[in-house]
């Protein structure tokens, strides 16, 4: 079974951009989850979509946001970016039916804002 | 405010003997711990995981402990190889609502000493 997939791997933008992450979950699985990772501030909670719905939102402003697809496949869109957005921003999936179950991570986007 | 604490940023130890390393939580609604090894620039991996129903869960080389009590998990890594040589993350998840939510720790550099 193919692994979760993240596209593009590195991206580097400027300030006041925007940009679109894309990750496609293992086969079956309906929640994607999208997590930051920073050296300031470590792994830390974007959002979750389950059947193309947001399930649950992180505290990062409305600048972030997302998406999910029929097929499950998720983006995340950072509008008007900052320098502190410099960041590998991983995606995650899982079934989704229950609270207790793994999440499988993807390669990352390694985002480097300048 | 940190609700999952991983106080030692670094462990070294020899090869073959144990590794042990250690988390703590504050929210009592947790119910479902993992954790992760992550290499730089890359997506997490999983390793193993513990419901709060159960106080051990074996998985090969890895076994990890939860005291309920304490609030605090383990993860025991017996022998310990080079390979081990990672950060790794204990995350946290069960946190209210119908959501595959995790909640990180900082991490903890372990290095294997051959």
């Known amino acids: 079974k193919a692994g979760v997939t993240q596209t593009p791997r590195y991206l580097i933008k400027t300030r006041g951009q925007q940009v679109t992450l894309s990750c496609s979950p293992i086969s079956g699985h309906r929640s994607v989850s999208w997590y930051q990772q920073t050296p300031g501030q470590g792994l830390q909670f974007l959002f979750e979509?389950?059947?193309?719905?947001?399930?649950n939102k992180g505290n990062f402003p409305g600048r972030f946001s997302g998406r999910q697809f029929s097929n499950s496949r998720s983006e995340m869109n950072v509008s008007t970016l900052e320098l502190g957005d410099s960041a590998l921003y991983l995606c995650?999936?899982?079934?989704?039916?229950?609270?207790?179950?793994?999440?499988?991570f993807g390669p990352g986007t390694r985002l480097l804002v300048l | 405010d940190q609700q999952v604490k991983q106080n030692s940023p670094s462990l070294s130890v020899q090869e073959g003997r144990i590794s042990i390393l250690n988390c703590d939580y504050t929210n009592s609604m947790f119910d479902y711990f993992l954790w992760y090894k992550k290499y730089p620039a890359e997506g997490p991996t999983f390793l193993i995981s513990?419901?709060?129903?159960?106080d051990k869960n074996e998985d090969g080389r890895f076994t990890v402990f939860l005291n309920k009590s304490a609030k605090h998990l383990s993860l025991h890594i017996v022998p310990s190889q080079p390979g081990d040589s990672a950060v790794y993350f204990c995350?946290?998840?069960?946190?209210?609502?119908?959501?595959?939510?995790?909640?990180f720790g900082t991490g903890t550099l372990l290095a294997v000493q051959p």
């Open positions: 995350a946290a998840s069960g946190y209210g609502g119908a959501t595959n939510k995790l909640i």
């Open positions: 979509y389950f059947s193309e719905t947001q399930r």
């Open positions: 995650a999936s899982s079934l989704g039916l229950t609270k207790q179950e793994t999440q499988y």
């Open positions: 513990i419901s709060s129903i159960k």
